[in-house]
């Protein structure tokens, strides 16, 4: 209780012309979502900085994860050595140049991504190049309720460098938790560990199937939204909710699957970070548009102060276009084959599938503002 008391309900994130002030939402809260976009895959060195030009473009983003490298400078990362180190320069480098490049150089960033050891995340703190003290950290919560050293060693640098943290959780449905009871009640639970352990200002939580990897289908979205709307009305936490779809990049499913997600998670209570495409296992399977979707639904469903009820019946039309696929979805395409690399916007086949499904949302009642 003490803990819950002294927390606070809304911090200013990022700096300058370009922070943003994050707050507690309630259940059919009528403030849109903090909207945190975030490829949530590894990508091929060449491609990075591509794809941070890609995601920083996006209007609705309040901020930005980037994509994970696997190398740097022709080495291989190996965690808690020189590679990791030299990697994750890199990583935050190239995410400071592509943010200046677009016009927004005081981005919220949580970063870095690259570091699996906390080295790799000492390394780069940095008010001038690195991460700013108006950035973020994430720290996992081993599942199911475990901490290690190399955790609660970035715990402490944090706290002490004056950065903030995010506490990254992911129960399992299938696993110590059971079912989706279970889930909705570790989803919780995380959040008062990532508050009284590790100190956090927001949790980011993605709860996920322990077969396919994702959390788009009803047993992880009846989970989601209970969870969020306990935290809503007992709490004043900041949390996003993480999407992870079973299908790739320009596929018809993985726009219906992040619409669904935004859709739940926006009416009760959360913010949102999306989307880990592929379940998160892909190489380079990852672009800005099927984050914009469901960031634009999270928009539009708060702004009109859609009910949970009426998210319900929209959440069944959509579950219908690709639940029975879960088990075996279409991986669809890599970034550089949705894309133009150089000019890093979408090409016009993945622009007019993605209008094509925005169109039959609003047909179903999302009331988009543009």
Known sequence: KEALYNASDRYWVGAGKDAVLWKHRQIEDTEPPFCLFSPDCTISEELFYSMCLAYLKEPLLDGFCAPILEDAAGQKIRSA???????????????RLAAKQVGRPGTFFVAVGTAEHDSGQIHVSNNEWGVRTTDARIIGTLTEFKTADTLLNRVVHCSQYGCYSGNLTGAIYGGWC?????????????????????????NQHFPFHLNWGSNTTRELLWPISVAGQALARNSKLLYTSNGFANAGP????????????????????WHLWEMASTRNKYRNRATPMEARIGMEVGHAVARQGMTREQANEIAVKLLAKYEHMAADAPMGSQYQECYDVATALPTQEHYDMYRKVKDEVAAMGVEFPY
């Open 81 to 95: 050595s020189p590679f990791e180190l030299n990697g994750c320069m890199e990583h935050i480098y190239k995410m």
């Open 178 to 202: 059971g079912g989706s009871e279970g889930v909705a009640v570790a989803t919780v639970a995380y959040s008062l560990n990532g508050l009284c352990i590790y100190g956090s200002i927001f």
């Open 250 to 269: 320009m596929t018809e499913m993985v726009f219906y699957e992040t619409a669904c997600h935004a859709l739940v998670s926006t009416v009760s209570g």
